[in-house]
C-alpha cells in the first residue's frame, strides 16, 4: 500500500483518513525532536536529513506504519522495539495498536546525536 507522492503532504494525504493521522503524528513528533531536520521524499517515502545524512524515514502500508531509523538507531533500542517486527534498520508498528510516540522521539533524538557526531 505504499504510496508515492512529489512532496511529504502528497504522500500523507493518498492514504485513508486514519493512516493520514498516524502518518502526521510521525511527523509531528520528528519534527519537534529535529527542528533543523530537512524534509524530503526519498526511496518514495517521507526522509529526514541533518548535514545531509540520513536521519529517519517513515512509510505507510496495508497494516503497518514503516519506521526507519538506520541499523544503529535501531540497534540501540533493541530491547524497546522487541514487540515489534523488525528488519535490519526498520520495524513496523501495527495499524491496530497505538503509535510508540515516545519512543519514536527517543530514537529521533538519538540520530539526531549520531549526525552532529559527524561535525566534528
Do not use: C
Not at 540501540?76 to 510508540?100: A, C, H, I, R, W
Amino acid at each position: 500500500m505504499e504510496k508515492k507522492g512529489a512532496t511529504v503532504e502528497e504522500y500523507i494525504s493518498s492514504f485513508p483518513k486514519e493512516v493520514q493521522d498516524r502518518l502526521q503524528l510521525i511527523r509531528k513528533v520528528i519534527k519537534n525532536n529535529a527542528p533543523e531536520a530537512i524534509e524530503i521524499i526519498a526511496y518514495g517515502m517521507p526522509a529526514y536529513k541533518i548535514n545531509k545524512k540520513p536521519l529517519v524515514y517513515f512509510g505507510g502500508y496495508a497494516k503497518h506504519i514503516g519506521f526507519y531509523a538506520t541499523p544503529v538507531g535501531h540497534e540501540k533500542f533493541k530491547k524497546e522495539l522487541s514487540t515489534y517486527k523488525q528488519g535490519k534498520g526498520s520495524v513496523q508498528f501495527p495499524l491496530n495498536q497505538d503509535l510508540p510516540l515516545d519512543l519514536i522521539a527517543e530514537m529521533v533524538k538519538f540520530r539526531v546525536l549520531e549526525n552532529m557526531r559527524f561535525l566534528k
